[in-house]
């Protein structure tokens, strides 16, 4: 199964790239908020996470397979759980997926149904169904912070889920404790602990 895709980026279009490999050129389907991300890629490697899956009618043994790009893990994760939900799959989500992740997260977690079916092919019914199934699942994509993509791997991505938990848990409001923990997160900021992410909080909401 193919998890990873790495070659030079011949061709981008609406709904896909070109991806060269050796004297082959594979076809790879993306969503729009990683298409825009590859536009200025033209003619350079680039390397996408990626899965694969067959479509088509296998009672008619029509099964053609197909990739699917990203640029990160947190992407490739997201696009699963929002497939996961009935009646989405993988169509659905691809031509869902115009705004960047966190957004649309947030727009779950805060069970933003507007906003939710304002996506393509999303309706009203289709949001509440996405909030009702994937609203607590939401967490490490809505505190994606700018320069910054928690990898599954990372322990620090823990430790801030973890930091905002504790503080939904104290009365904030979602977007309250997002912003907070945005504000003393950044880019190669190390922590050792939650207990130090909402000391750090607490001693600049005084300053």
């Given at each position: 199964m193919i998890n990873r895709?790495?070659?030079q980026l011949v061709a981008i279009n609406e709904?896909?790239?070109?991806?060269?490999?050796?004297?082959?050129?594979?076809?790879?389907?993306?969503?729009?908020?990683?298409?825009?991300?590859?536009?200025?890629?033209?003619?350079?490697?680039?390397?996408?996470?990626?899965?694969?899956?067959?479509?088509?009618?296998?009672q008619q043994g029509r099964m053609v397979p197909r990739i699917v790009g990203f640029m990160n893990d947190a992407e490739l994760e997201f696009f699963e759980l929002f497939c996961s939900v009935d009646g989405v799959?993988?169509?659905?989500a691809l031509r869902a997926m115009v705004r960047p992740v966190r957004e649309i997260a947030v727009?779950?977690?805060?069970?933003?149904?507007?906003?939710?079916?304002?996506?393509?092919g999303i309706g009203p019914a289709m949001a509440e169904r996405i909030i009702a199934k994937l609203r607590r699942r939401m967490t490490?994509?809505?505190?994606?912070?700018?320069s910054r993509v928690p990898d599954e791997a990372d322990p620090k991505s823990d430790l801030v889920s973890e930091a905002y938990e504790a503080l939904l848990s104290v009365g904030h409001s979602p977007q309250d404790a997002r912003e907070r923990i945005e504000t003393v997160v950044q880019p190669g900021r190390k922590f050792k602990s939650v207990e130090d992410i909402l000391t750090e909080i607490y001693q600049k909401q005084r300053r």
């Open positions: 895709i790495t070659g709904t896909h790239a070109s991806i060269r490999i050796g004297g082959l050129d594979y076809e790879v389907l993306l969503p729009d908020v990683v298409r825009r991300q590859l536009q200025s890629k033209l003619n350079s490697e680039v390397s996408l996470r990626a899965i694969e899956y067959l479509e088509g009618n296998p799959g993988v169509k659905k727009s779950i977690e805060e069970q933003d149904a507007k906003g939710l079916s304002a996506l393509p490490r994509f809505a505190l994606m912070i700018a």
